[in-house]
């Protein structure tokens, strides 16, 4: 491909975390190529940058492009800086926390210096004909057979909650976590509904009162028709005092 190549892209997963894909257009002159994958357990975000990533390394040679995508988590990301920051403070957010999806970021920072990049945000959904076809690929990519796992984002997950146990006062929301946070999203067999697979999933954190018993360590998601599912090993109760 010649420069002034454009590199749309998008990522998709459902429900989220669960199972993800991304997919990519890349478009020069008369040449066009289409890229997609999905994984077994990721989020949208992650499969927004994978996109991203996978699109430059397609590039065979240093080149000038122009990334287009619908994610602002990449975008402002990249065109205010915040990746930069992070790295220079050793991956770490204001808040010290661990900033997300180092893994990738680090392979974007890699690819993107070998390239002339021009980044544009444009609304998803839109009508825009080459946004909606990355849109295709990516939830296609996520319902593909056999998907392998996204081995960063369980090793993040393994991570953050090593990083909850060393110091619990950055997550004072979720300070206390077992261990099971890791199973997050890990597969939970078919629906007994229909039949489509489920994943664990962790619910959005709220105010917990001592003495009172919450299903809050993770919570059971259909991918196909979305029941939620509880049992008696998602319950936590919660300390007095």
């Known amino acids: ?77 990249i065109q205010k800086g915040y990746v930069r920051n992070w790295q220079r403070n050793g991956w770490r957010l204001a808040s010290k926390k661990r900033a997300k999806n180092v893994d990738l970021w680090e392979r974007f920072l890699n690819v993107a210096a070998k390239h002339s990049l021009t980044f544009k945000w444009i609304k998803g959904h839109a009508g825009t004909p080459e946004n909606e076809r990355c849109d295709q690929l990516a939830v296609a990519a996520a319902k593909g057979k056999n998907l392998p796992e996204d081995t960063g984002y369980i090793e993040e997950l393994r991570s953050l909650e090593a990083e909850r146990k060393a110091n619990p006062s950055l997550f004072p929301d979720t300070a206390g976590t077992s261990a099971q946070a890791i199973e997050v999203g890990k597969p939970a067999g078919p629906c007994p509904k229909c039949g489509a697979g489920m994943f664990r999933k962790k619910p959005k954190p709220g105010k917990r009162k001592p003495g009172q018993t919450y299903y809050f360590e993770w919570i059971t998601i259909c991918s196909g028709c979305k029941r939620i599912f509880l049992s008696e090993a998602d319950k936590r109760t919660i300390p007095q005092g």
Do not use: C, F, W
């Open 1 to 77: 491909m010649s420069d002034n190549i454009l590199i749309y892209t998008d990522g998709a997963a459902e429900p989220n975390p669960g199972p993800g894909g991304y997919g990519v257009v890349l478009i020069a002159g008369g040449h066009r190529k289409e890229l997609s994958a999905g994984v077994r357990l990721t989020t949208n975000n992650r499969m927004e940058l994978l996109a991203v990533v996978a699109g430059l390394e397609a590039l065979a040679r240093p080149s000038a492009a122009t990334v287009i995508s619908d994610s602002q988590y990449v975008i402002e990301s």
